[in-house]
């Protein structure tokens, strides 16, 4: 899977999920609010949620859906009132994966979706990433999590979408900026630097917008069966 054609995320969601228009759709694990926006660009009535408040707030400002902070595994939201639940890069960060995948069922009606994507690691981007955070524990995990809802008969998994998108740095130091911004507690060893920046300088490219790093992304759609499941 080394050459995958580039995408950016609206494109992508249509791909995966189609048309939008009029479905509600919940954001978890929403940030500031970007995928929430391009949800609500194409149509969708958007609810995000984020359990730091002030990336809640950061999407407030922006606006383009309701927003509230609450974090995946507990949403405080009626049992199927959604037609599609979306992790946009935010199930590998929640602390139960598992917990979370179950409360985007609970909210979801029978027969809507569940839609994940993750970045998948091995991507040219990775070289330089995992020497201030090596994520591909985590992205795994967040894959096993997907596998067992399906295993548990809870529902039914499309092919997923492998693309790539254009992560945008100006350079090695933008690129880490990024990375402590995400979670401050990570750090890059001053013995590490020169190997973090010959990654990123091996891994960028160009084009009329600028240097990106290519970064490899999976997109996940579930269809839940059966009826809505009961919160006791």
Known sequence: MMNRDFLDLDTA???????????????LGCGAGRAARVLAAMGAEVTGL??????VAAARAR??????????EATGLPTAAFDLAFFAESL???????AALAEAARIVRPGGRIAVLEPEAGDPIHAAACLVDDEAPVYADAARALAALVAA???????????AA????????????DMLAVD??????????PAFEAAFHAACRSDAQGHYL???????????????????
């Open 153 to 163: 008969g809870r529902a039914w998994r499309a092919a997923p979408l492998h693309y």
């Open 50 to 55: 984020d359990p730091n408040a002030e990336a």
């Open 92 to 98: 590998h960060h929640a602390d139960d994966r598992d």
């Open 13 to 27: 969601i249509t791909a995966a999920l189609g048309d939008l228009a009029g479905l509600r759709a919940v954001d």
């Open 63 to 72: 606006g383009g859906a309701r927003y509230l902070v609450a974090p995946a």
């Open 184 to 193: 401050p507690c990570r750090r890059l060893d001053p013995a590490d630097r």
């Open 214 to 232: 290519p970064y490899w992304q999976r997109l996940d759609v579930l269809t839940l069966r059966g009826e809505a499941p009961r919160r006791d």
């Open 166 to 177: 254009k992560y945008r740095a100006a350079g090695p130091q933008a690129l880490l900026d």
